[in-house]
């Protein structure tokens, strides 16, 4: 028999307050996100991408990302991260004090046209310098490559593109390329192909997945990932987020389905599964809504007993 080799231990980036909240149409206040992110830190979870320096007539729900800086603050081993798209962007960061920012493409045309309005060309012109200057002031910079796997507007995406444009990234100083399924339709034989092909280009630990559970096959794309030797995976609290330029995109991978994944894989990750449902609990009470996870439903809602019998935990 085979035995699967699986990573000893995970790293999870929380992004929950940004890919998660910049989905919801509530806005919601800058009090209950504090409460939010606060929890997560309680939680474990040592990166955690905060907010987005983007426009904030693209993201309004997000527009109160200095607010939100003011009133954090970052614990020592914790780093907070947020989206910046443009020099604009990387000043309002630096004025807020943070140390990591995150720059983002795609893998599509179409979509970095619809999401923020440049060609896969022109946004790397514009993250060039841009990476550049963050790193000459001690800014560590991630970089997100969006629909992967299959884009809403051009559909299937040739891994070879994913692989040319995440090496391209990591040439331009950044350390980190999360490799996205921004509407969630990938498969496990989808991570194999695309993400094996970015691996013989590109050292395993400067690749991240962003993985979406639309079609809920988020946990078996992370198995797929961890086979290859993948160690940080992206997570929402309460499964919340998806992306308002991209039609259909679902919650990320929810973090509490996650955490319960790799207990049961023996897989280590130093995070608080029942400290990471009091986070989502926050942002459900404020939304009125109950969050989506496999875990929530479990452990806070309906469940049918093996016997028949409903109840309510
Ligand atoms: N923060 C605040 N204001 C900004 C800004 C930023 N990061 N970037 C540009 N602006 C302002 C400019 O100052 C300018 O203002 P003015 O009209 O008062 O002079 C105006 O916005 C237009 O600037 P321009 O450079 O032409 O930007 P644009 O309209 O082409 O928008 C982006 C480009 C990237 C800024 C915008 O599309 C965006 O923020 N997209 C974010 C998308 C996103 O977050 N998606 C989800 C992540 S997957
Ligand atoms: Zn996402």
Redesign the pocket.
């Known amino acids: 028999m085979n035995v699967i080799q699986l990573p000893k231990k995970v790293r999870i980036v929380e992004v929950g307050p940004r890919d998660g909240l910049?989905n919801e149409r509530a806005k919601i206040p800058t009090k209950i996100k504090t409460a939010f992110v606060n929890k997560l830190i309680e939680a474990g979870l040592t990166d955690i991408e905060v907010s987005?320096?983007?426009?904030?007539k693209?993201?309004p729900q997000l527009a109160d990302a200095t607010e939100l800086f003011e009133a954090l603050v970052q614990p020592g081993g914790v780093c907070f991260s947020a989206?910046v798209?443009?020099e604009?962007?990387l000043d309002?960061a630096l004025a807020a004090g943070i140390n990591r920012i995150a720059v983002?493409t795609a893998a599509s045309d179409k979509f970095t046209q619809q999401?923020?309005?440049m060609s896969i060309e022109e946004s790397l012109a514009t993250f060039s310098p841009l990476i550049a200057q963050a790193v000459d002031r001690g800014i560590t910079v991630r970089a997100y490559l969006?629909t992967c796997f299959v884009c809403p507007f051009e559909g299937e995406i040739p891994t070879d593109r994913v692989a040319c444009l995440t090496r391209k990234l990591l040439e331009m100083g950044a350390d980190e390329v999360a490799i996205s399924d921004t509407i969630g339709a990938a498969s496990p034989k989808d991570i194999l192909a695309t993400v094996g092909e970015v691996l013989d280009h590109a050292p395993v630990e400067k690749i991240a997945l962003h993985l979406h559970d639309t079609y809920g096959t988020a946990l078996a794309n992370v198995f797929a990932g961890m086979q290859l030797g993948i160690q940080t995976f992206d997570a929402s609290a309460g499964g919340l987020g998806g992306?308002?330029?991209a039609p259909g995109a679902a919650g990320n991978l929810a973090t509490e389905d996650l955490i319960y994944f790799l207990h049961r894989m023996g897989v280590s990750v130093d995070v608080d599964m029942d400290l990471v449902l009091d986070a989502a609990d926050i942002i459900a009470k404020s939304l009125d809504r109950p969050p989506r996870s496999k875990q929530w439903l479990r452990q806070r809602g309906c469940i049918i007993h093996p016997m028949g019998a409903s109840n309510h935990e």
């Open positions: 910049q987005s320096f983007v426009h904030p693209a993201i989206l798209p443009n604009r962007g309002r983002f999401n923020i309005n969006s992306c308002p330029f």
